[in-house]
């Protein structure tokens, strides 16, 4: 196919999301935008310290490091539940976990015994670093589980705006509760034989969090909506609040049941066009919880259905989006540290960049790639395919590994 049938596809052409969807797509390229995109967001109250990019023009309905991680969780959720529908339950946990868990070790470990020493010695505070009663040893055993336990290492970054030593971890927690509904559902074969569950909860969902958007004045809820519940106190996983929950939950949801009906669900250039306007419409105007979101699971749908070819090539093989999203906010607080700031917000978050994907190729060279590896182990791989009852193919994309 030429580029200009290719583009003409795209925009005027009507394709099930199961056949526009193909084994070159761009998830590998927008997931490591998104990536990128909260060391733009984080730069602003870390280093230059003047709020969050977007939420004024907003209205404080959303900011560009909530957009970012709301599109994390959408394309997760379409992906996961492809994993979910073509792996038995064991093998699909066990994929979970060393795709994300030696990449957090490892992260945790250089934290506390690599960028905290630097930190401490800047900070002149070595004396009694490794003896704190909330020292290295003790962020390392906190966190290895998923759940933040700690924040903080032996009382350094106190001058910084955050004294936390990596704050985008929080999501993590969501991510892991988001793969485990997926493994029941599996394992009841919800996901095979009555996928109309799966729709129907995230139906009910979004009228419940479009519920509790309307009290919002103009219809300007944020993406997090405090619901007034409790939250939970989990296992290994700790503090889970419901007010990040449930939108994510949401959000998830929607990726899922793009699979789930992609034979269904029609891709369409035009309709893409519309979820654009829509979502910077409501974000600009109101209503973004009830048309936004919808939109924004949309647009990044079609976009990776539709990325031009040179750029599928991104994430094929090298997927570094975890790496940049857990080291990011690390070397943030250590640029911030050393006053790189000072410089401009441009100077702060380019060198922010450039050194989140130095650690992203490293983690993923020397971490992340290696235990995957380690998936080829002797469980049983094929589920009960997909909800048609045939079997999903295997993407080759390092993503969905």
């Given at each position: 196919?030429?580029?200009?049938?290719?583009?003409?596809?795209?925009?005027?052409?009507?394709?099930?999301?199961?056949?526009?969807?193909?084994?070159?797509?761009?998830?590998?390229?927008?997931?490591?935008?998104?990536?990128?995109?909260?060391?733009?967001?984080?730069?602003?109250?870390?280093?230059?310290?003047?709020?969050?990019?977007?939420?004024?023009?907003?209205?404080?309905?959303?900011?560009?490091?909530?957009?970012?991680?709301?599109?994390?969780?959408?394309?997760?959720?379409?992906?996961?539940?492809?994993?979910?529908?073509?792996?038995?339950?064991?093998?699909?946990?066990?994929?979970?976990?060393?795709?994300?868990?030696?990449?957090?070790?490892?992260?945790?470990?250089?934290?506390?015994?690599?960028?905290?020493?630097?930190?401490?010695?800047?900070?002149?505070?070595?004396?009694?670093?490794?003896?704190?009663?909330?020292?290295?040893?003790?962020?390392?055993?906190?966190?290895?589980?998923?759940?933040?336990?700690?924040?903080?290492?032996?009382?350094?970054?106190?001058?910084?705006?955050?004294?936390?030593?990596?704050?985008?971890?929080?999501?993590?927690?969501?991510?892991?509760?988001?793969?485990?509904?997926?493994?029941?559902?599996?394992?009841?074969?919800?996901?095979?034989?009555?996928?109309?569950?799966?729709?129907?909860?995230?139906?009910?969902?979004?009228?419940?969090?479009?519920?509790?958007?309307?009290?919002?004045?103009?219809?300007?809820?944020?993406?997090?909506?405090?619901?007034?519940?409790e939250n939970w106190r989990l296992p290994l996983l700790g503090t889970v609040?419901?007010?990040?929950?449930?939108?994510?939950?949401?959000?998830?949801?929607?990726?899922?049941?793009?699979?789930?009906?992609?034979?269904?669900?029609?891709?369409?250039?035009i309709l893409a066009l519309l979820a654009f306007a829509l979502l910077v419409?409501?974000?600009?105007?109101?209503?973004?919880?009830?048309?936004?979101?919808?939109?924004?699971?949309?647009?990044?749908?079609?976009?990776?259905?539709?990325?031009?070819?040179?750029?599928?090539?991104?994430?094929s093989k090298a997927d570094l989006s975890y790496g940049v999203y857990i080291?990011?906010?690390?070397?943030?607080?250590?640029?911030?540290?050393?006053?790189?700031?000072?410089?401009?917000?441009?100077?702060?978050?380019?060198?922010?960049?450039?050194?989140?994907?130095?650690?992203?190729?490293?983690?993923?060279?020397?971490?992340?790639?290696?235990?995957?590896?380690?998936?080829?182990?002797?469980?049983?791989?094929?589920?009960?395919?997909?909800?048609?009852?045939?079997?999903?193919?295997?993407?080759?994309?390092?993503?969905?590994?």
């Amino acid at each position: 196919m030429s580029r200009i049938s290719r583009f003409r596809s795209a925009v005027l052409g009507t394709r099930p999301l199961s056949e526009a969807l193909g084994r070159e797509n761009g998830f590998g390229l927008l997931r490591l935008l998104l990536a990128l995109s909260v060391i733009f967001a984080h730069a602003m109250p870390l280093g230059v310290r003047r709020g969050s990019i977007g939420a004024h023009w907003s209205g404080g309905q959303v900011e560009l490091g909530g957009l970012a991680v709301a599109g994390f969780f959408v394309l997760s959720g379409l992906l996961i539940t492809r994993s979910g529908l073509r792996l038995t339950p064991a093998r699909f946990l066990w994929n979970r976990a060393i795709r994300i868990m030696p990449g957090l070790w490892v992260c945790l470990l250089v934290t506390a015994f690599v960028v905290a020493p630097l930190v401490a010695r800047r900070e002149h505070l070595l004396d009694g670093f490794w003896t704190h009663p909330q020292g290295p040893w003790r962020y390392v055993m906190a966190n290895w589980s998923i759940g933040t336990g700690q924040p903080g290492i032996s009382g350094l970054l106190t001058h910084n705006a955050d004294a936390g030593f990596n704050g985008s971890l929080w999501s993590l927690v969501y991510e892991v509760l988001c793969y485990l509904a997926v493994a029941a559902l599996a394992a009841l074969g919800v996901l095979h034989r009555a996928r109309w569950a799966v729709l129907g909860t995230v139906v009910a969902l979004y009228c419940f969090m479009v519920y509790l958007a309307i009290d919002g004045p103009g219809l300007r809820s944020p993406i997090y909506i405090p619901t007034g519940f409790e939250n939970w106190r989990l296992p290994l996983l700790g503090t889970v609040g419901t007010d990040k929950l449930l939108p994510l939950g949401l959000l998830f949801g929607l990726g899922a049941v793009a699979e789930l009906y992609k034979k269904s669900l029609r891709m369409n250039g035009i309709l893409a066009l519309l979820a654009f306007a829509l979502l910077v419409g409501s974000a600009r105007y109101g209503g973004f919880y009830l048309v936004g979101l919808p939109a924004l699971a949309y647009l990044l749908i079609w976009l990776a259905c539709f990325m031009p070819r040179p750029l599928t090539r991104v994430g094929s093989k090298a997927d570094l989006s975890y790496g940049v999203y857990i080291y990011a906010f690390p070397i943030q607080q250590g640029l911030a540290l050393w006053h790189v700031q000072r410089h401009g917000y441009a100077v702060y978050t380019g060198a922010s960049v450039v050194l989140a994907l130095a650690a992203a190729v490293l983690s993923w060279y020397l971490v992340e790639k290696p235990a995957l590896k380690l998936k080829n182990i002797g469980l049983p791989r094929k589920g009960l395919g997909g909800p048609s009852g045939q079997p999903q193919p295997a993407r080759t994309a390092a993503l969905s590994a």
